[in-house]
RNA sequence: CGGGGCGUAGCUUAGCCUGGUAGAGCGCUACGUUCGGGACGUAGAGGUCGCGAGUUCGAAUCUCGCCGCCCCGACCA
């Protein structure tokens, strides 16, 4: 029998002063975990009893389609280099040596230790396929740790990597992680959303977020309420509304207009008496590329074209030049290359390369495909051109989405318009295609003979954030309840007077009963007023509470459902059988 | 890494501007009264004022450096 006065729980009525998403209030006021340092925390009781009850769900779910495995968590460096992540992962990786000056890592996830297995192991198409997983630590030297546990430097992932010998295997892995996954969250009492997912620098073929939305997240998600179709922001298209294009003016040709000092796009369009919609925004990268032999790295430019009142997308530029690193170019890179300062770049007559850099990658966005007559810089300090006509005016190569989704877009599947919100991504499923298989070396032999490289595919859950967005879920000004399948305690039992010994009997009698059955129960025998159990109560997550106290002459005790605050009588003979299959879903 | 804020008892904080050696609420200990929504009384314990240097007769307070934590941005397989 779990005793509250025996137990360490070490609640506050106050957040700690530095404490600002809901979870990390009340993970830290409930007793779950305490601050280590900057994005590392301690689990105490409740909290690693909740942590528990996840990882065992996941466990199960995941024992369903795959083996689990442990890892070393210390790395050596070799292993790192065999698949290019030892400088990859630059500054991210928490890097250490040992005593005879050998350079070790903590690692930030294990496709390199497991693809290692695999290369090692795996000799015939008969091994596949291979669903590996393992529920462990993963370090992570963030630039900045925030958000209580949202965001942190180590915690516990699952992660799993699939070993098939095509693509059509591939999709059987991916889909059975998708299905693992949804029964997971279903589980642990989650509404979320999968979304396409921006596939990153890794190059994927195939990615999905497993998101729930929530102020307190740091991803933003495209949604259409009316046919579901759901995408991450990096990743989100939608459709453009017409924009009316304006008559040429003079020839028709490009024509040089003075904007002196003119630099944004509303300045220029102002000017103008043109809307920004009418105009060509031209942001201009540097991508560093690194000689793989030599280790050197070289500069190229990267030029995008959007809509002057559109926003590049990061994210998809980093896909359109292939994951290549970019960074903004430097003014003195833009005043050499285009021979004008930022402010006044454009499509036509950019200089050919005669500077020391590789030709660039020009980029166009599609929302300017079939636009005419548009406004764009001359690559000429305080000048402007119009009558612009992107194919005419200029080559282009592809018309690619660069564009950053907004609020109230069409739908690209049925026109509705689009919501964007926040959101904590707390899995994600992700097709890695060849990378490590092949630069480390995997191969198996075909029925054929012949050596073929398996596809892998890798899959990750945050265990912590799985609390902390339940967390983020359930919560009011007193406390929060977790789902019962993830709560420390299912129940929790108050009697509202200890020390007078009809209640204290009533409580105890109570408590065993529901334990025979096979609940999880707390019973708070502490000697304190009632007001402070009762806040108590409230605060810790426990989403069900039985108070003991003066109906027990008419034995008689109150069932409280946390979420609702909703009372009930139940009779303490039977006080098992109130509990019905609601209580718990089908596991 | 850029910008901003904060660091005083376990927690929340006052005091700092205008220098004179630290105060409150909660929590904690003991005793008594109380007992269905964070009780009351009495008596206590608890602070290198983040660290170091400097200015000064004297520094929590002023100056400089460092460290830590939080927020915004950048970053984030």
């Not at 994951?323 to 930022?342: K, L, T």
């Not at 019973?523 to 605060?539: C, H, I, Q, W």
């Amino acid at each position: 029998m779990h005793r509250w006065s025996q137990l360490f729980i070490p609640t506050l009525r106050e957040a700690p002063a530095d404490a600002e998403v809901a979870s990390h209030k009340y993970l830290v006021r409930a007793g779950y975990v305490r601050q280590l340092a900057a994005g590392l925390y301690s689990f105490l009781f409740l909290g690693q009893r909740a942590k528990l009850k996840i990882t065992q769900i996941v466990r199960e779910e995941m024992d369903k389609i795959g083996q689990e495995f442990y890892l070393p968590a210390l790395n050596p460096r070799e292993l790192w280099e065999s698949s290019g992540r030892w400088t990859a992962m630059g500054e991210n990786m928490f890097r250490l040596k040992d005593r005879g000056g050998r350079d070790l890592c903590l690692g930030m996830t294990h496709e390199e230790g497991m693809t290692e297995i695999a290369r090692k192991e795996l000799r015939s198409y008969k091994e596949l396929p291979q669903i590996w997983y393992q529920i462990q630590e993963k370090f992570r030297d963030e630039p900045r740790p925030k958000s209580g546990l949202l965001r942190v430097r180590q915690f516990t992932m699952k992660d799993s990597y699939s070993f098939d010998l095509d693509a059509a295997g591939l999709d059987v892995s991916y889909r059975k992680h998708d299905n693992a996954y949804r029964r997971i969250f279903d589980r642990c009492g989650l509404k979320y959303v999968v979304v396409e997912a921006h596939s990153g620098a890794m190059g994927g073929s195939q990615s999905h977020e497993f998101m729930v939305m929530t102020d307190a997240g740091e991803d933003f998600v495209a949604s259409c309420p009316k046919c579901g179709y759901a995408a991450n922001l990096e990743k989100a298209t939608s459709r453009v509304e017409p924009v009316e294009d304006l008559a040429p003016t003079g020839t028709g040709k490009p024509e040089l207009v003075h904007t002196p000092g003119l630099k944004t796009v509303e300045e220029v369009a102002k000017y103008l008496g043109v809307s920004p919609q009418q105009k060509m925004k031209t942001m201009a990268y540097m991508a560093v590329e690194e000689d793989g032999k030599t280790g050197e790295s070289r500069n190229r430019p990267v030029i995008a074209f959007v809509r002057g009142d559109h926003q590049l997308n990061e994210a998809k530029l980093s896909s359109a030049v292939e994951g290549r690193v970019f960074r903004p170019m430097h003014p003195e890179e833009i005043q050499e290359i285009f021979g004008s300062p930022a402010g006044f770049l454009g499509p036509i007559s950019i200089p050919p390369g005669k500077n020391k850099y590789g030709p660039p990658i020009v980029l166009v966005d599609t929302a300017l495909q079939g636009r005419t007559n548009l406004v764009s810089g001359a690559n000429k300090e305080d000048y402007h051109l119009r009558n612009i006509t992107p194919g005419r005016d200029f080559p282009v190569e592809q018309w690619i989405d660069l564009r950053t989704v907004r609020e109230g877009e069409g739908c690209p599947n049925c026109g509705a318009p689009l919501v964007v919100g926040k959101a904590v991504e707390i899995g994600h499923i992700f097709k890695l295609g060849y990378k490590y298989s092949q630069a480390m070396g995997l191969r198996v032999l075909d029925k054929d003979g012949k050596e073929v490289t398996p596809i892998m595919g890798s899959y990750g859950i945050g265990v912590e954030r799985i609390l902390t967005a339940a967390i983020e879920q359930n919560h009011d000004e007193e406390g929060f309840w977790l789902p019962p399948q993830i709560a420390p305690f299912e129940i929790v039992v108050t009697p509202t007077n200890f020390a007078d010994a009809n209640i204290k009997h009533a409580a105890i009698d109570v408590t065993q009963k529901l334990e025979a059955a096979g609940y999880d129960v707390l019973l708070d025998d502490r000697d304190e007023r009632p007001g402070v159990k009762f806040k108590d109560a409230d605060l810790v997550g426990m989403p069900f509470r039985v108070t003991v106290g003066r109906k027990v002459s008419e034995g008689k005790v109150e069932v409280v459902e946390r979420s609702t605050r909703k009372i009930e009588d139940a009779t303490i003979s039977s006080i098992e059988t109130h509990f019905g299959k609601a209580f718990r879903p089908a596991s």
